[in-house]
């Protein structure tokens, strides 16, 4: 059974802070790794891929630990506008039914 | 680009009803899919398309059916509606490759009585 498991918060954090939140994935052959954000009733959006050597854009910052099979988000100088549910998302690979989404985590960030 | 449209945004349907919610994409990609989002669940794959005239089910295809006549057009029609589909669904699309960024339309908000 694919499982990608978040913990849903919310995850209150004052503006300015550092936040992190996990994710775990069950199939050790998955294959990519992502983070996407979606705003209050809008659609997802891509915030960033999940490589191996682990990525960095601007104040967010991913990493992937494969023998752990969790995947992570790092947020830095966290703003108001940072507010929002961030889905993992992992992939098996083999085409567009590979893609699982993880229920997301609620981050508020409070001013 | 327009990118991923999706119509109608909202729709209240009786049970037993049919109706066909529309989706389409600009960006001359290849795959296509449908999902549905419900409270306290991931996204679900109800179906998707690697390509025109070709489809396959996702993990929730019951109640629905797709057909994929066009690359821009991916349309899914709910055969006879039960409260059960009451959701907010969304089309997606993206290149060839599912690892590319999956490019989401704003959702149609459905609810059935």
């Known amino acids: 059974r694919k499982e990608v498991e978040q913990d849903p918060g919310p995850f209150n954090v004052p503006e300015g802070a550092t936040v992190a939140f996990n994710c775990t994935y069950s199939?050790?052959?998955?294959?990519?790794f992502f983070w996407y954000r979606q705003d209050c009733r809008k659609e997802p959006k891509l915030l960033m891929s999940?490589?191996?050597s682990g990525n960095e854009d601007g104040r967010f910052t991913a990493q992937l630990n494969r023998a752990s099979q969790y995947i992570s988000l790092l947020i830095r100088d966290s703003k108001l506008s940072d507010s929002a549910t961030y889905l993992c998302v992992v992939n098996l690979g083999g085409g567009a039914d590979g893609l699982t989404f993880g229920k997301g985590t609620h981050l508020i960030i409070q001013p | 680009n327009a990118g991923v449209t999706q119509t109608p945004k909202f729709q209240v349907l009786k049970t037993g009803q049919s109706m066909t919610l529309q989706c389409a994409q600009d960006?001359?990609?290849?795959?296509m899919s449908w999902y549905r989002q419900d409270p306290g669940m991931g996204l679900r794959l109800i179906h998707y398309?690697?390509?025109?005239?070709?489809?396959d089910q996702g993990e929730v295809p019951n109640g629905y059916n797709v057909s994929r006549s066009t690359t821009e057009d991916f349309p899914l029609r709910l055969l006879s509606a039960a409260p059960s589909q009451t959701s907010v669904y969304f089309c997606?699309?993206?290149?060839?490759?599912?690892?590319?960024?999956?490019?989401f339309g704003p959702g149609t908000r459905l609810t059935v009585l």
């Open positions: 398309s690697v390509g025109a005239g070709i489809t």
């Open positions: 997606a699309s993206s290149r060839a490759d599912a690892n590319n960024e999956q490019f």
């Open positions: 960006m001359n990609h290849e795959y």
């Open positions: 999940v490589y191996s």
């Open positions: 199939n050790s052959a998955s294959q990519s």
